[in-house]
């Protein structure tokens, strides 16, 4: 199989889970990665990220094969862009 149906191959789903294991060093549900799987997983995340990730966060592969790196103001911005307000109440009210 070469890369491009490697990468065709690949559904947002199964993408989430290869990410979430390359993050923690296990599957999903629980099971660990081999040093070999985790290697091959990263590969493949990154390749997947050079082809689709068009909003990259800090230290991740943008569409196009660029790292990206933000400065600590733009992650900042980004974190504070993406915040919800729960509840809010000023503190003299009565």
Do not use: C
Request: hydrophobic share 30%; aromatic share 6%; proline share 4%.
């Amino acid at each position: 199989m070469d890369i491009e149906q490697l990468l065709s191959s690949i559904t947002p789903e199964a993408y989430e889970r290869l990410s979430y294991a390359v993050e923690t060093g296990k599957w999903p549900e629980g099971t660990p990665l081999s040093q070999e799987q985790r290697d091959h997983a990263m590969q493949v995340v990154m390749l997947y990220q050079s082809r689709h990730n068009t909003e990259p966060q800090h230290m991740t592969v943008a569409a196009g094969g660029e790292i990206t790196m933000k400065s600590k103001s733009a992650m900042k911005r980004d974190f504070a862009k993406n915040q919800e307000t729960i509840v809010q109440k000023s503190v003299n009210d009565d």
